[in-house]
T-cell receptor
Framework: GAGVSQTPSNKVTEKGKYVELRCDPI?????LYWYRQSLGQGPEFLIY????????DSGLPNDRFFAVRPEGSVSTLKIQRTERGDSAVYLC?????????????FGEGSRLTVL | AQSVTQLDSQVPVFEEAPVELRCNYS??????LFWYVQYPNQGLQLLLK????STLVESINGFEAEFNKSQTSFHLRKPSVHISDTAEYFC????????????WGAGTKLIIKP
């Protein structure tokens, strides 16, 4: 596609429920990143994929969070037993190569609200 | 570890006036520096970056930023702002030895007054 696509754009769920957030990166981009942005803060790194594998998942806050990218393109961020503190905008980005000499292209984000 | 501080959460400025958005960082290793912009209802977009070479970098829409190593700053400036510059601006750094993570400031909302 023309840009990074994230679905859903908004998700409201109840505490304890399971949530999946999807990211469709720019075609041909091998690197994919998930960030989380809480209100009034900058994005916070969650996980980085190079191809199909998670090269660094050190930013995932706990074992309720998991992300996959089985075919090296679309990625899904999965959150189990959601808590109110999980409410945030979840951002996905992709890049042609590792980001620090190239440009990250961001989606518009998925806003998660846990009631 | 790295951290990025954007001291101003909001900066109101009149149209056609100059503006400076401040960014300071802390890092024990050398870093690359970035400014991203988020226009209303859009995703984050790269505005400009400093990787090496000249410490003054420019964007295509008239913004510039200067890397000051001694002051660990990377302030963003524009000599004359336009209503279309209304957006939130984020400063970010990436450590050269961990070249995929961005560490972000909290952002500065630029509010253009007519």
């Amino acid at each position: 596609g023309a840009g990074v696509s994230q679905t859903p754009s908004n998700k409201v769920t109840e505490k304890g429920k399971y949530v999946e957030l999807r990211c469709d990166p720019i075609s041909g981009h091998t690197a994919l990143y998930w960030y989380r942005q809480s209100l009034g803060q900058g994005p916070e790194f969650l996980i980085y994929f190079q191809g199909t594998g998670a090269a660094d998942d050190s930013g995932l806050p706990n074992d309720r969070f998991f992300a996959v990218r089985p075919e090296g393109s679309v990625s899904t961020l999965k959150i189990q037993r959601t808590e109110r503190g999980d409410s945030a905008v979840y951002l996905c980005a992709s890049s042609l190569t590792r980001q620090n000499t190239g440009e990250l292209f961001f989606g518009e984000g998925s806003r998660l609200t846990v009631l | 570890a790295q951290s990025v501080t954007q001291l101003d959460s909001q900066v109101p400025v009149f149209e056609e006036a100059p503006v400076e958005l401040r960014c300071n960082y802390s890092s024990s290793v050398s870093v690359y520096l970035f400014w991203y912009v988020q226009y209303p209802n859009q995703g984050l977009q790269l505005l400009l970056k400093y990787l090496s070479g000249s410490t003054l970098v420019e964007s295509i829409n008239g913004f510039e930023a200067e890397f000051n190593k001694s002051q660990t700053s990377f302030h963003l400036r524009k000599p004359s702002v336009h209503i279309s510059d209304t957006a939130e601006y984020f400063c970010a750094v990436s450590p050269m030895d961990s070249n995929y993570q961005l560490i972000w400031g909290a952002g500065t909302k630029l509010i253009i007054k007519p």
